[in-house]
């Protein structure tokens, strides 16, 4: 009920930005940045586009907001497997579970995410490229201590934690929630790709 | 020399052809599809938006013949894998070394055909899915194949197989000219994973 949407949300500041960022991320997933006008993201979040300058500086904040946001979340799942056990086995499992989750179930924000990095301004590419960074290194610490502990096996620990970031990164491009296996199925299969990835002997 | 470019030139049909789609690249890696005018394109060209008409319709036509072109070259090539041997995993081998190398080597154009694909008109959409889905079947069909030999080994041979082209697709997003690993090295032990990923056993 769009057209029901009561007055008092508007006055509700937490409400008003989240709104705008997901009229944001519908509005950049069917038109890309680009092509999308803050009087677009306005109009989708019920809101005149002087009322938006009220939240975000600019469309680019937006796109910003989003990327920080995915970035955080992905990292924080990764950061939560490796912390899950001392088992580098098990830490794979929970952070590939955790990553692999969030890009099917987010697949629109993920896609964006990862698809208008270069939309940034200089200083937030910045930012989201060094938590790329902290990303990649984080992959590669848990399968290093798989390494460390004899029961991965690969010669190329970073080239392969790239690998393995690459199937939930690339999974919100295929992802259809209407598709035939849910994001559990997939989890699951890319949990056993995951050991086979890593050599992972136990 | 781009200021040296001979008037010559323009008067040969191909090759105005083959200049426009180098533009529309450019630009849209630089500002998507969508951030794109025909106006950008001609310019980047060397050409008048006039003379960019007399070779394409509209910014989508250029978009449509970047991303069927990406899309038959990538299914040649994993039809050529598929046709380089009896053996699935010769196959296999040849099909992700052609499709990896692609993607790095050709990682601009490669991220606008995956990456813009909601821009193409309807019946450019469909057209092209369909190529997709083809791209899909093959890489499914030698994985199946290598399960019906008993040499590869996966409870499903649909999703491995999306898996296997992730890596390549996804590589288009993180690969670097100027980065640590060459494409040849890159491949390789993509070729490694791939083996790894289907349970290969010789």
């Known amino acids: 009920m769009p057209n029901a949407r009561p007055k008092t949300r508007e006055s509700h500041p937490e409400t008003a930005r989240d709104r705008l960022i997901a009229a ?4 950049f997933a069917a038109k890309g ?17 002087a009322a938006l300058y009220v939240h975000y500086a600019s469309k680019e904040e937006l796109l910003y907001q989003i990327s920080r946001s995915g970035h955080d979340v992905t990292l924080r799942l990764l950061r939560e497997g490796a912390a899950s056990s001392d088992d580098p086995m098990e830490q794979l499992l929970a952070a590939v579970r955790g990553f692999t989750t969030y890009h099917a179930r987010g697949h629109t924000s993920a896609r964006i995410v990862n698809y208008e990095l270069s939309a940034l301004s200089a200083e937030h590419y910045e930012e989201i490229r060094a938590i790329r960074r902290t990303i990649n290194q984080q992959m590669r610490r848990i399968v290093e201590a798989g390494v460390a502990a004899g029961v991965f096996h690969t010669p190329n620990p ?3 934690a790239l690998a393995l970031l690459s199937l939930g990164v690339d999974l919100a491009r295929w992802y259809r929630d209407d598709g035939e296996w849910s994001d559990q199925e997939i ?4 949990c056993e790709l995951a050991l086979r990835i890593v050599g992972a002997r136990p």
């Open 24 to 27: 944001a991320v519908e509005s």
């Open 187 to 190: 989890a699951d299969h890319y």
């Open 158 to 160: 970073r080239m392969t």
């Open 33 to 49: 940045f680009h092509g999308t006008t803050t009087r677009d993201i306005a109009s989708a979040a019920g809101m005149s586009p």
